[in-house]
T-cell receptor
């Protein structure tokens, strides 16, 4: 059974810092991996999607990497801003079930 | 247009009420999903529709009844809910032309409170 783990559960950093969020998954049979952002009480916004054949994706200050063989992904946020404060969810699309399996999320607070 | 819309934004209902949640997309997607998200937990899949047919039901209680009247619209009919069903209900859609391997686009959700 696919399990997705995100570390840390919560993170507080001063504005301007570069930071890394970690995601690990137990089954390497995945179609893709997505990083989402969720603001309190709101829906999910897709940030980056990495297909299983890719190693990384970049969008603005965000860079996500994927190492399928080791079951790991990282989301790198450069020059963090208070507006980046949110919960970040990692999700893998299982190659066995076709279902999107989410991690528990990392709640990020960027202090001015 | 990469938007999935959901109505209503908030819903409060009693345990004897019947209500419906609505989800709409105009991206030509052929797969649509319902997720349930409890506070401080990740979303959990409830149902998947592919080409307007129910393809996945994650053993959801029958008090939740999904319906896909056409390729753009997805409903979730609610009846005799319990207080523990209070949650954020999220709808998503994806192209669906190659199984479920495409990006899923999520709506803003409906915040449901059952009294």
């Amino acid at each position: 059974k696919q399990e997705v783990t995100q570390i840390p559960a919560a993170l507080s950093v001063p504005e301007g810092e570069n930071l890394v969020l970690n995601c690990s998954f137990t089954d390497s049979a995945i179609y893709n991996l997505q990083w989402f952002r969720q603001d309190p009480g709101k829906g999910l916004t897709s940030l980056l999607l990495i297909q299983s054949s890719q190693r990384e994706q970049t969008s603005g200050r965000l860079n996500a990497s994927l190492d399928k063989s080791s079951g790991r992904s990282t989301l790198y946020i450069a020059a963090s801003q208070p507006g980046d404060s949110a919960t970040y969810l990692c999700a893998v699309l299982s190659g066995n079930t076709g279902k999107l399996i989410f991690g528990q999320g990392t709640t990020l607070q960027v202090k001015p | 247009d990469t938007e999935v819309t959901q109505t209503p934004k908030h819903l409060v209902m009693g345990m004897t009420n019947k209500k419906s949640l609505k989800c709409e997309q105009h991206m030509g997607h052929r797969a649509m999903y319902w997720y349930k998200q409890k506070a401080k937990k990740p979303p959990e899949l409830m149902f998947v529709y592919s080409y307007e047919k129910l393809s996945i039901n994650e053993s959801v209680p029958s008090r939740f009844s999904p319906e896909c009247p056409n390729s753009s619209l997805l409903n979730l009919h609610l009846h005799a809910l319990q207080p523990e069903d209070s949650a954020l209900y999220l709808c998503a859609s994806s192209q669906g032309t190659s199984g479920y391997t495409d990006t899923q686009y999520f709506g803003p959700g409906t915040r449901l409170t059952v009294l």
